[in-house]
């Protein structure tokens, strides 16, 4: 259960820097969560989401409580993600018939026994990049919907748009996500021709993995979630895409928001 971060934002807002720090904190990991899955690139996600909380802190004042803290540092989050510059891995311009192209491109002939570690390196890097496929407002309601699990109400305010809106957009993001993994996706459906251990071979020759620095498999994380490989094992779409660490803000990216949350507090 997520915490009461009010007591922390009322003493943050009366320039407490210890309670800022921490409020900071503890928000950071799920801005950089968002921004990780909005971007499929990690150095992009850690820009947008120090961006994203500069934000936040810089408009804490005007934060009257009407939602939740957490929510409404999602709204600022979904807003600028949406107007944000193209990611590097947006600039492909990836869309379904292309990425599928991409995932049988330099397949191996049969199951290899490779690094698993590598192979999850693979998976998570393949289902981030995927998630591009979808444009960005679609992509945020499946990431609030099927990925964070955000109830529909909070999602579509998050959002910003109606609810019967949001859950159109979430009706179409859910169903193109499932047909391609189905017909594409080993670990979702047992027939489909893409495996992880067979791509790995492809993904180290284009540069998409570094062996010897597998970023994704070893990035910090706060915690894995307990049921996701149970459901993966009931081959859910949704499971797919949920299966990813907790990933935690790095350490120099929160050391850099509160170094820009103290000046801006003696400003």
Not at 39 to 56: G, L, S, Y
Not at 108 to 123: I, Q, R, S
Request: aromatic letters at 6%; glycine letters at 4%.
């Amino acid at each position: 259960m997520k915490e009461d971060l009010e007591p922390l934002v009322k003493r943050a807002q009366a320039g407490d820097r210890a309670a800022l720090n921490e409020l900071v904190r503890l928000l950071s990991d799920d801005v950089y969560r968002l921004a990780l899955r909005m971007t499929a690139n990690r150095a992009d996600a850690e820009d947008a989401a120090q961006e994203v909380m500069i934000k936040a802190v810089t408009h804490l004042g005007s934060f009257r409580g009407e939602s939740s803290v957490r929510t409404w540092v999602y709204r600022i989050a979904v807003r600028h993600l949406l107007d944000r510059p193209k990611s590097r891995v947006e600039t492909f311009g990836l869309d379904f018939e292309r990425f599928a192209a991409d995932l049988l491109d330099g397949l191996e002939p049969g199951a290899l026994d490779e690094d698993p570690a590598a192979a999850e390196e693979v998976k998570l890097g393949c289902t981030l990049a995927m998630l591009t496929c979808l444009d960005r407002e679609h992509r945020v309601a499946y990431i609030l919907g099927e990925v964070f699990d955000v109830p529909a109400a909070a999602a579509a305010d998050i959002a910003g748009i109606s609810a019967p809106a949001y859950r159109q957009r979430l009706s179409r993001a859910r169903r193109q996500l499932e047909a391609f993994t189905k017909a594409y996706c080993g670990v979702v459906h047992s027939d489909a021709p893409c495996r992880c251990d067979r791509r790995v071979k492809r993904a180290a020759q284009l540069g998409r993995i570094d062996r010897a620095r597998l970023e994704l498999v070893h990035h910090p994380s706060a915690s894995v979630l307990p049921h996701v490989r149970e459901m993966e094992a009931l081959h859910a779409t949704a499971a797919l895409f949920r299966a990813h660490p907790a990933y935690a803000a790095p350490e120099r990216l929160k050391e850099l928001i509160a170094a820009g949350s103290l000046r801006i507090l003696e400003s």
